[in-house]
């Protein structure tokens, strides 16, 4: 049986946490980096078992703020993107100094806190934290078992991604785990998809297919301070500053274009209606 309207993953983490390789580790290939942030950057992973097969898209995002990140995704608007999620994929760097694991904790409650606004607790998705390689060696030297302790508290599953054949229980570790977590999910959409108002016909949707790329991707990326600049004078670094916004913006509308066209075809003409709306809103 082929999924035909799948949920999506979410992978993300601070800057060069290392969401990319692990990716390519997964997947096989990555998305193209085409700034210095991976954020609005997507990915599909085709998942096959004996029972289905989906083409899983895979929603990437960076957490330079905590503070500032939680805030943004548990805006009433931020629902309707988490809603369709079916797995997080949470990376970091294994962690050098207290601080860093402090940093590691606070992300998880962050990204705990977006579940449970959304979705409310308890909500069925997988939630994976993966311990990625350091290139200093970590004087917190953590074994497995405490490792386990932390994440769970948050709710996620600790993977650590250089782990490598099976453990005691003859499970697959490491990447081969986090495989095995993602097949056993389910996938199928509708009932965690978000509830869009408003109305449009098919030809409504059509035209205002672009407006929903824009749309989707500055309410998840918080690109839309990018549209109106800064108040007041405006020098040519701030100008050329905006133009590369811009310019970012547009690549990563295309990037999560499978947003609406994986949608039924229903909701996604609520969806075209309201990204119209919101637009006319906005500008």
């Not at 939680?70 to 009433?76: D, Q």
């Not at 098919?202 to 549209?227: C, I, P, Q, T, W």
Request: hydrophobic fraction near 40%; include cysteine; aromatic fraction near 8%.
């Amino acid at each position: 049986m082929e999924i035909q309207h799948p949920r999506r993953i979410m992978a993300l983490g601070a800057p060069e946490s290392g969401v990319l390789h692990l990716l390519k580790e997964l997947t096989g290939s990555a998305p193209e980096l085409i700034t210095d942030s991976i954020a609005g950057l997507s990915h599909t992973y085709t998942l096959s078992t004996r029972y289905y097969t989906a083409n899983i898209p895979i929603w990437l995002d960076e957490i330079p703020s905590i503070s500032e990140w939680r805030t943004e995704f548990t805006k009433p608007e931020a629902r309707e993107v988490v809603s369709v999620l079916g797995a997080w994929l949470f990376c970091f760097r294994k962690p050098v100094k207290q601080e860093h694991m402090d940093d590691i904790k606070e992300a998880l409650q962050a990204i705990a806190d977006v579940i449970e606004k959304a979705c409310g607790y308890g909500a069925d998705m997988v939630c994976l934290a993966v311990a990625m390689p350091q290139s200093t060696t970590p004087y917190l030297d953590l074994g497995s078992e405490e490792w386990e302790g932390i994440c769970m508290e948050y709710g996620f599953e600790f993977v650590d991604s250089e782990a490598k054949g099976k453990n005691e229980f003859g499970e697959p570790m490491g990447v081969g785990r986090i495989e095995d977590a993602l097949k056993a999910n389910d996938w199928e959409g509708g009932e965690g998809d978000a509830d869009f108002e408003g109305e449009g016909d098919g030809e409504e949707f059509r035209e205002s297919f672009d407006a929903e790329e824009v749309e989707m991707g500055m309410e998840l990326f918080g690109m839309k301070g990018a549209l109106h600049g800064e108040e007041g004078e405006v020098d040519e670094e701030d100008q050329q500053a905006q133009v590369e916004e811009l310019e970012r913006m547009m690549r990563k509308m295309v990037a999560v274009k499978d947003m609406g066209e994986s949608m039924p075809e229903a909701q996604r003409k609520k969806f075209a209606a309201k990204a119209v709306k919101d637009l006319t809103k906005d500008f």
